[in-house]
């Protein structure tokens, strides 16, 4: 059995290393050969001092390469195109700013193994940075918080009720099977380089194909927020994009999308009212709630998500 351990990376070395130390340290499934595969995304490589201290402490094969076009998909497809050619099993994608558990990949393989999956995801747990947050921040740090606990309990007691085959498995914490992969002929779409999203279309893609999908509550990685993603524009930023996203990749109608908007709008309202009440928690909530309801406006006249547009590239990497 033969493992590709997949991340790119572009502009953030001190969260690079702190994966590749995870990395290190984790637990090896038994019996398997294991290859670390990364990509940079920029014109030229401005990490190769991390990697190969990385390379210089694990027993393990590591590989570099190099990506100038810019846009998440082009970097997943080069680590993919480069596991699909190299003969491996599974591949697995974790994000640059994410460190793994100790029984992460141990967990992740052995659930792809025992349930015959295709494609797994797993819970990304979210930490304070070691800087003070501001009131402000701390409430959007608890609303994003509170929000992924949610999801993870609902995931969970899906695997429990075998109804996890129909999650959207994404990149922050995933596994494939790389021979389904090359039954189907799947890549990321790389017409999604500024939108974001390009994972959730991979997952619908392999599901539209018959694979099996399965979340795996026990395979955590972990990532701290900074704190220029902990600013309530920020936050109702990215709940707009993923709204107009969801649009796009579900193909939903307009007279569904004005309901949704509809429905949003109301629960800004609502959320407004009771400021008085609870505080920043309802006033982060409605910037949340109003985030998707402009987005979800913006999808319906055919406008677009630029998440990761050049424009905003300075929210995405760490400070020069």
């Given at each position: 059995?033969?493992?590709?351990?997949?991340?790119?990376?572009?502009?953030?070395?001190?969260?690079?290393?702190?994966?590749?130390?995870?990395?290190?340290?984790?637990?090896?499934?038994?019996?398997?050969?294991?290859?670390?595969?990364?990509?940079?995304?920029?014109?030229?490589?401005?990490?190769?001092?991390?990697?190969?201290?990385?390379?210089?402490?694990?027993?393990?094969?590591?590989?570099?390469?190099?990506?100038?076009?810019?846009?998440?998909?082009?970097?997943?497809?080069?680590?993919?195109?480069?596991?699909?050619?190299?003969?491996f099993?599974?591949?697995?994608?974790v994000?640059?700013?994410?460190?793994?558990?100790?029984?992460?990949?141990?967990?992740?393989?052995?659930a792809?193994?025992?349930?015959?999956l295709d494609l797994?995801?797993?819970?990304?747990?979210?930490?304070r940075?070691?800087?003070?947050?501001?009131?402000?921040?701390?409430?959007?740090?608890?609303?994003?918080?509170?929000?992924?606990?949610?999801?993870?309990?609902?995931?969970?007691?899906?695997?429990?009720?075998?109804?996890?085959?129909?999650?959207?498995?994404y990149?922050?914490?995933?596994?494939?099977?790389?021979?389904?992969?090359r039954?189907?002929?799947?890549?990321?779409?790389?017409a999604l380089?500024?939108?974001?999203?390009?994972?959730?279309?991979?997952?619908?893609?392999m599901?539209?194909?018959?694979?099996?999908?399965g979340?795996?509550?026990?395979?955590?990685?972990?990532?701290?927020?900074?704190?220029?993603?902990?600013?309530?524009?920020?936050?109702a930023?990215?709940?707009?994009?993923?709204?107009?996203?969801?649009?796009?990749?579900?193909?939903h109608?307009?007279?569904?999308?004005w309901?949704?908007?509809?429905?949003?709008?109301i629960?800004?309202?609502?959320?407004?009212?009771?400021?008085?009440v609870?505080?920043?928690?309802?006033?982060?909530?409605?910037?949340?709630?109003?985030g998707?309801?402009?987005?979800?406006?913006?999808?319906?006249?055919?406008?677009?998500?630029?998440?990761?547009?050049?424009?905003r590239?300075?929210?995405?990497?760490?400070?020069?």
């Open positions: 059995m033969r493992i590709a351990v997949g991340a790119i990376t572009r502009r953030r070395p001190e969260g690079l290393k702190c994966l590749l130390d995870s990395f290190a340290s984790m637990e090896r499934p038994e019996g398997a050969a294991i290859e670390f595969v990364f990509c940079e995304n920029d014109d030229e490589s401005t990490i190769s001092d991390v990697v190969d201290n990385f390379r210089s402490e694990v027993p393990e094969p590591v590989q570099l390469m190099l990506e100038p076009k810019k846009g998440i998909p082009f970097a997943r497809n080069r680590v993919l195109t480069a596991a699909l050619d190299q003969g099993d599974f591949l697995t994608f994000d640059d700013d994410e460190v793994v558990r100790r029984d992460w990949l141990v967990n992740l393989i052995s792809m193994q025992a349930r015959d797994c995801g797993g819970p990304v747990e979210f930490e940075p070691a800087d003070q947050l501001s009131p402000m921040q701390e409430a959007v740090f608890l609303h994003k918080t509170e929000r992924s606990l949610k999801r993870n309990v609902r995931r969970e007691a899906g695997v429990v009720a075998a109804k996890d085959t129909k999650l959207d498995i990149t922050n914490n995933w596994c494939v099977r790389l021979d389904a992969v039954a189907n002929g799947l890549r990321f779409d790389d380089r500024y939108t974001g999203g390009s994972d959730t279309r991979f997952s619908r893609q599901r539209g194909a018959g694979a099996r999908i979340w795996v509550p026990s395979a955590r990685v972990c990532e701290t927020l900074p704190q220029k993603r902990l600013t309530l524009s920020y936050y930023g990215r709940a707009r994009d993923q709204a107009s996203n969801d649009v796009m990749i579900r193909k109608s307009p007279l569904k999308t309901i949704r908007v509809a429905q949003r709008l629960d800004v309202f609502i959320n407004l009212l009771t400021v008085p609870r505080g920043r928690k309802a006033l982060v909530n409605a910037g949340f709630k109003l998707m309801a402009t987005g979800l406006m913006r999808a319906a006249i055919g406008l677009k998500s630029g998440h990761y547009a050049p424009r590239e300075s929210l995405h990497v760490e400070s020069q």
